[in-house]
């Protein structure tokens, strides 16, 4: 059965729901499947589109050099899904690929259901190169993404139309890799009057523009897909038939990012810092900025749920009421945070025998390993490490994340930070713990005491895992960039990773940030943790009051709805 009356259509190349439903590789598909939960709470008339991605992204394993290996996350669609029995066909180089639609049906707070279609092209009818182009996420080389994309874009929208959406009025765009949608879009209106992309004029781009929404993630350049002409014409035929031109095309490539903001009449960012930053990579367009949130419901450990429900009813359909976290009692908070703490500790010791203690401050670190994410920061001056640890209080590091299968350098990181521990061994306990996926984030944001994030500034577009900890009650200790800017106040929410004074960076100094971190950890937080713990956990309840309450999925769809969808 469709959601009454759809009118918004919400297409992102990875979306995250499940542990068991291996689609999504980070933040960006986590936060489409927070995203479709709170369209669903919301009753807002959605509907969403995505790949199937058989195999997953991919399971995480490390050899004895601490060097990551991967093998496929494969997984039985059709124990999650239900196959529609709708087929479409898009054309890739001059053949056509047939694609079938699971129906997956997120269900809200009172029973709304939100419907996403998984596309799948491994069928019968398909060449056997064909059958693969929705089994890896992010996989394959220029050619498997394009192709991969034209799936997505193309494919989505004639999959909605044969499911029967045929009035919809918006189709947002989860970053870039959808937007070969636009000129499907653009195909339809032609194809009214009978004309080709030839014939076109400004008022037919702008029928589509109406209809289109865009939202950037990264200022990243190799977020941003690109790809060379020669292969754009290989693939989708003629360019000048297909209504690819200027100023989508730069220096012989067809740009993903270029062609969504063109045919997009509301673009934004996600934090205000990096709507700020969008502006100035791409000034000929207008781009606004909702800061992007987590689905509090979904990131809350048992504990605090618990705690929630005695003390702030309602909360659930009412994210801003967690403000009221201010009046719940020290002893309950602590309680409720000591209780998620032993569930990760448990974890992190019987996974990798780390010898990890309760009692003691535990910072976690876990995202996609890039490496402008810069996850060894902290490890800068290992002897000063231990002085901290030995003469103020102990402290112990749980790390985990997943860098690309191709990136070297990630895994290099990764291979670096178990390194590094082995050589600090009890001095400052390490863990990284692999295979981070829904589950695990759930424990580690809720369990440690201290949320770490260390990006080169400005490459943190926002951030989401350092709002998952603030829910259950976890400052952050972090550079200011991203969502953290706008969600820091000095020593009432957590902690920013700067001398005392100095404004926001742009561009970080990697020994000056380091010597930032360990002095906070030094003079602050540690003597805070260890010796005024009242003190300590007014700030964990801040953080749920202020951050809790704001940097959460229902406040943003309510911008997204009131900015883009019905302005």
């Keep these: 059965m469709l959601t009454p009356d759809p009118k918004i259509a919400y297409f992102s190349m990875e979306i995250g729901f499940d542990s068991r439903i291996p689609t999504y590789a980070g933040g960006l598909g986590i936060l489409a499947g927070d995203f479709i939960r709170s369209a669903a709470d919301m009753r807002v008339p959605i509907v969403g589109v995505t790949l ?115 009035n919809l009025q918006r189709f947002h765009m989860n970053e870039g890799h959808a937007s070969l949608l636009t000129l499907e879009l653009l195909r339809e209106q032609l194809q009214k009057d009978n004309r080709s992309y030839v014939d076109m004029g400004p008022e037919d781009i702008e029928v589509v523009r109406r209809q289109c929404v865009f939202t950037t993630h990264t200022p990243v350049p190799a977020g941003h897909d690109q790809f060379p002409l020669d292969l754009v014409d290989r693939v989708l035929g003629n360019r000048d038939a297909c209504g690819i031109h200027d100023p989508i095309c730069h220096e012989d490539r067809l740009n993903m990012t270029f062609l969504a903001l063109t045919f997009s009449h509301y673009i934004n960012g996600v934090a205000k810092k990096h ?88 910072i976690g670190f876990a995202r996609r390993f890039a490496t402008y994410k810069r996850a060894d920061l902290i490890f800068e001056d290992l002897e000063r490490l231990r002085k901290i640890a030995r003469d103020v209080g102990k402290f112990q590091i749980v790390f985990a994340g997943k860098a690309h299968p191709q990136d070297q350098d990630g895994k290099l990181l990764i291979q670096r930070i178990i390194e590094l521990g082995k050589m600090l061994g009890d001095d400052v306990p390490i863990a990284y713990l692999p295979h981070y996926n829904l589950d695990l984030a759930r424990i580690m944001t809720a369990g440690v005491d201290i949320w770490l994030n260390t990006p080169q500034p400005p490459l943190e577009a926002s951030g989401t895992s350092g709002m998952k900890a603030a829910l259950n009650g976890v400052p952050s200790l972090s550079i200011l960039d991203g969502w953290w800017i706008e969600g820091c106040i000095e020593g009432v929410t957590g902690w920013s990773i700067r001398a005392d004074g100095e404004a926001p960076q742009e561009a970080g100094d990697r020994a000056k940030d380091a010597d930032a971190l360990y002095t906070k950890l030094e003079q602050i937080i540690l003597p805070m943790f260890y010796g005024e713990r009242k003190r300590f956990i007014e700030i964990m309840r801040h953080a749920i009051a202020l951050n809790g309450s704001f940097f959460n999925t229902q406040r943003m769809m309510q911008q997204y709805v009131l900015k883009a969808y019905f302005p």
């Excluded at 976290?325 to 780390?354: C, F, G, M, Y």
């Design 52 to 166: 199937a991605h058989r195999k997953g992204y991919f399971f995480q394993q490390f050899d004895a050099s601490g060097w990551q290996k991967e093998e496929p996350a494969n997984w039985i669609i059709d124990d999650f899904m239900t196959d529609t029995g709708i087929r479409a066909t898009v054309t890739l180089e001059g053949r056509e690929v047939q694609i079938r639609a699971w129906k997956y049906e997120v269900s809200g707070n009172d029973g709304y259901a939100v419907p996403v279609y998984f596309l799948d092209t491994d069928l019968q009818e398909n060449s056997a190169w064909d059958r693969t182009l929705t089994h890896y996420l992010y996989g394959g080389d220029v050619h498997y993404r394009l192709c991969q994309e034209v799936v997505l874009g193309t494919g989505g929208i004639r999959i909605l139309r044969a499911l029967g959406y045929h």
């Design 275 to 362: 709507g700020e930053v969008s502006r100035h990579m791409f000034s000929s367009y207008s781009i606004d900025s909702i800061t992007n949130g987590v689905h509090a419901e979904n990131w809350v450990s048992e504990a605090f749920a618990q705690l929630f429900d005695q003390h702030i009813p309602g909360w659930r359909q009412d994210n801003f009421s967690l403000r009221y976290a201010l009046s719940i009692p020290d002893e309950a908070i602590w309680e409720a945070h000591q209780h998620s703490k032993d569930v990760l500790i448990e974890r992190t010791n019987s996974e990798v025998n780390a010898g990890f203690d309760t009692d003691i401050l535990t």
